[in-house]
């Protein structure tokens, strides 16, 4: 039972919101529309009420509040993350950050922002100056910086710049603890990973700073191939293309794009579509490497103008998900990394086993410095035996997969974890009151039996860290 009044009593004039529907309804995350595993564990878990600071005073007095209180706290930007990351287990504050939405400054093509900024608001800001962020998910409109940075990991602009966790990607990152009396760390180089996708569970980020991209005028392409391995093979030769900037790469057998209401009028019968950004210039170059590979132009636009009434980016990566399940909800997917140097052949053994399962989706980014190919089939859930068959499949294909039906940080097997993070969990979060439970899914027994956290999740490997995959085996 969480102490209110005393949290209350110590947190002076920071404002609260005690509505029992508003407080239900924001201690859920996309999650538990993406995921029936992640919405059954969810049941019944709820915050408290919330808090919403305005400024970095009333940050580090929800801090001393909540360790004076030994309050637990929930942070929240746009609440779009879709591996569980924003729902409560044990109660408490959601700290709703959307307060804190300033540019602290940019100049020299790099940027420092707070973090309850939105990315797409970030961009419009910076725009005009020529230059805009290297990546944002495709929940770019909602999705804040802070909440990007805590719980996401890649996006539009990674088949050019790798994933946020990619050294040179996230430069600096302002964190409050949160103890009697709050401290403020500023964390940069490599340190920044140990708060990344660490789910709000180490630490109040309260200021980011990235480096810029060139803000190219973008062009939007859809392109239709006679066969899926023809669509994975001129995606492959757009994401080598280095003549060619580009921002996304998605890759989608047949049936998925005809599952997109506002796609499926510019794709072909039974073929496959790529739909990608490039910068102008490389438009008449992707012009020939499509021809090369067979395929065909359905639809050509400057960025946000194309006939599907949205910008490309709201197809691809989560977004692709969220355009099939408008119309087809009981569909789920996995996230596997199939890598180089045998991308494609491993592809084209899961389109293989997979053919009467469904279709492939797949976004392109670089990892490791290499070409990959992240993704899944988009299935129809049965049951949780079935997405652990689908899991032990694409392993057995070749890929890493990660666990995007659970809510630990550890059993997703997306961040490598190791005793430095362990370390820095203690200083920052001395009373273990940081989305309590997510961090160690050995430590936390709560979860019942059968849950996500036991499907035979790979994790994923990085050059630099080596993620250990126990919780997930
Ligand atoms: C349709 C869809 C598409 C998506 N596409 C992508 C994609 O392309 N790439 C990608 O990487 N992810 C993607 N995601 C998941 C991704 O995590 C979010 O979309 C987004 O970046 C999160 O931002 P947010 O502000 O909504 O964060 P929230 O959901 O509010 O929070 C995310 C996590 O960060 C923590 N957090 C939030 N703010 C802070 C803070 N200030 N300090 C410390 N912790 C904090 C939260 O507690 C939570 O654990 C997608 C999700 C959906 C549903």
């Excluded at 194309?306 to 709201?314: D, F, I, K, R, S």
């Amino acid at each position: 039972m969480n102490d209110i009044p005393s949290f209350l009593a110590h947190l002076g004039d920071v404002p609260v919101v005690t509505d029992t529907d508003t407080v239900r309804r924001r201690s859920r995350d996309m999650s538990t529309t993406f995921s029936p595993i992640i919405r059954r564990d969810a049941e019944g878990k709820f915050a408290d009420l919330i808090v919403q600071p305005r400024d970095m005073r009333d940050v580090i007095a929800v801090a001393r509040a909540a360790a004076l209180a030994r309050m637990p706290l929930m942070m929240r930007g746009g609440g779009t993350c879709n591996l569980g990351q924003g729902v409560p287990l044990r109660g408490g504050a959601i700290v709703d950050m959307t307060g804190l939405s300033g540019i602290v400054w940019s100049r020299d093509a790099m940027v420092r922002v707070q973090a309850g900024a939105r990315l797409l608001a970030i961009d419009e800001v910076l725009r005009p100056s020529g230059w805009e962020l290297r990546m944002h998910s495709s929940t770019r409109r909602a999705a804040t910086i802070g909440g990007y940075i805590g719980g996401g990991h890649a996006g539009i602009g990674s088949c050019g710049y790798g994933i946020l966790r990619d050294r040179g990607n996230i430069l600096g990152l302002q964190v409050v603890s949160i103890e009697e009396t709050p401290r403020v760390v500023e964390l940069r180089g490599d340190d920044v990973n140990l708060v990344h996708h660490a789910y709000g569970t180490n630490g109040i980020i309260c200021e980011v700073e990235l480096p810029l991209a060139p803000a190219w005028p973008w062009m939007e392409v859809v392109a239709n191939f006679p066969s899926f391995m023809a669509a994975a093979r001129a995606a492959y030769a757009l994401a080598s293309a280095d003549g060619i900037v580009k921002k996304l790469i998605s890759i989608d057998d047949v049936p998925n794009w005809e599952y997109m209401r506002a796609m499926a009028p510019l794709g072909r019968p039974g073929w496959s579509m790529v739909r990608c950004m490039v910068a102008a210039p490389g438009l008449e170059a992707l012009r020939g490497l499509v021809a090369e590979h067979g395929g065909q132009i359905a639809s050509e636009a400057r960025e946000g103008q194309g006939p599907y009434h949205a910008p490309l980016w709201e197809f691809g990566w989560g977004h692709a998900r969220l355009q099939v399940n408008k119309t087809r909800p009981e569909i789920v997917n996995n996230i596997g990394l199939y890598l180089d140097p045998d991308l494609l052949a491993a592809v084209e053994r899961s389109h293989r086993r997979f053919r009467d399962v469904g279709g492939m989706h797949l976004e392109s980014k670089r990892y490791n410095g290499q070409i990959a190919f992240q993704g899944s089939p988009y299935y129809a859930y049965r049951d949780e035996a079935q997405v652990a068959e689908v899991i032990r499949g694409m392993a057995e294909d070749g890929a890493m997969v990660a666990n995007n039906h659970t809510y630990f940080v550890r059993g997703n097997g997306m961040k490598a974890v190791d005793a430095r993070d362990a370390d820095f969990k203690r200083q920052m979060d001395p009373h273990g009151l940081m989305n309590p439970g997510k961090f160690d899914a050995e430590a936390e027994c709560d979860a019942p039996a059968g849950s996500g956290v036991r499907l035979p999740a790979t994790g994923w490997k990085y050059a630099t860290g080596t993620h250990d995959s126990s919780a997930t085996a």
